[in-house]
């Protein structure tokens, strides 16, 4: 997931919301959360579902559930932006690694951007 043009927009209590609106949506579907790290613009978030929700469908439910809310509660977002995220986004099932793998990827990726920089 990634906010429209790449802006640093999911800082602060925009990241804690976000977060509480993915384990609700997660909750709601049935869904298991198993990483979740928020960039101030982007997000990486692996999660479970069963075998009748395609990637892409639980991606667009995350998505479409976070971006009414966050923009109601957070008008910044509304007013800078017609839209909050990219509509584009990049899903993959785990087979050829292991879920520890994609774990430990994506726990790393607030240390990861540090040293970028």
């Not at 976070?66 to 109601?72: D, I, M």
């Not at 800078?80 to 726990?107: C, H």
Request: some cysteine; charged content about 25%.
């Amino acid at each position: 997931m990634c906010p429209k043009y790449r802006r640093r927009v999911l800082g602060g209590r925009v990241a804690v919301r976000l977060r509480e609106l993915i384990g609700q949506k997660a909750a709601e579907k049935g869904w298991e959360v198993i990483a979740f790290e928020v960039m101030l613009d982007h997000v990486h978030l692996f999660a479970r579902h069963g075998p009748k929700a395609s990637a892409a469908y639980v991606a667009n439910k995350f998505n479409g559930s976070a971006s009414r809310v966050l923009r109601s509660e957070f008008p910044r977002l509304k007013s800078q932006r017609p839209t909050l995220w990219s509509s584009s986004f990049s899903v993959a099932s785990v087979g050829a690694v292991t879920a520890g793998m994609v774990e430990k990827y994506i726990s790393t990726q607030r240390e990861r951007s540090r040293t970028k920089k």
